[in-house]
């Protein structure tokens, strides 16, 4: 879909549009919110957040702090995210985030992650949209 009914439907739905490609990873997340400290696994990654599974209970607005290694690396990534969204209808329970604090070194980290996997793997989405569009005629 293009940007302006990206743009239209997010208005409508209230949810962000997504603008980084996202890369299915499963890494094991601490968060720590108020005094609570809880590991998640998550489902999806980009530069400019991440999918947690089974999240639910965390308020969209709600301010995270969290830490992760990515695949094959033993220094943590720390920073902060924000609930941005809850999972829709049809969808496993989870929260998206979006990365409001991290280091520079960090956001270059994950840049390098998500373009050496790119180069591997489609992003997450480029097969169903594929397809769609082969069943749409388009």
């Given amino acids: 879909a293009g940007p302006e009914i990206q743009q239209a439907v997010s208005e409508l739905l209230g949810v962000p549009v997504r603008s980084n490609s996202r890369m299915m990873v499963n890494v094991t997340v601490k968060t720590q919110s108020s005094a609570a ?3 998640f696994q998550s489902e999806n990654i980009s530069e400019s957040g991440m999918r947690l599974k089974g999240a639910q209970a965390m308020p969209i ?3 995270v702090n969290l830490e992760f ?10 920073g902060t995210a924000l609930v941005v969204r809850h999972a829709g209808n049809g969808e ?3 929260v998206g985030l979006r990365f409001v604090e991290l280091e520079r070194n960090e956001i ?3 840049r390098r ?6 180069a591997e793997t489609p992003p997450v989405g ?10 749409a005629g388009v």
Avoid: N, Y
């Fill in 37 to 39: 400290l809880k590991c």
């Fill in 61 to 63: 607005g709600m301010a």
């Fill in 69 to 78: 290694c990515l695949p094959d690396e033993q220094e943590p990534i720390r």
């Fill in 92 to 94: 496993a329970p989870g």
């Fill in 108 to 110: 270059l980290r994950l």
């Fill in 113 to 118: 992650f998500v373009d050496r996997t790119l």
């Fill in 126 to 135: 480029a097969e169903r949209g594929a397809r769609s569009s082969q069943s």
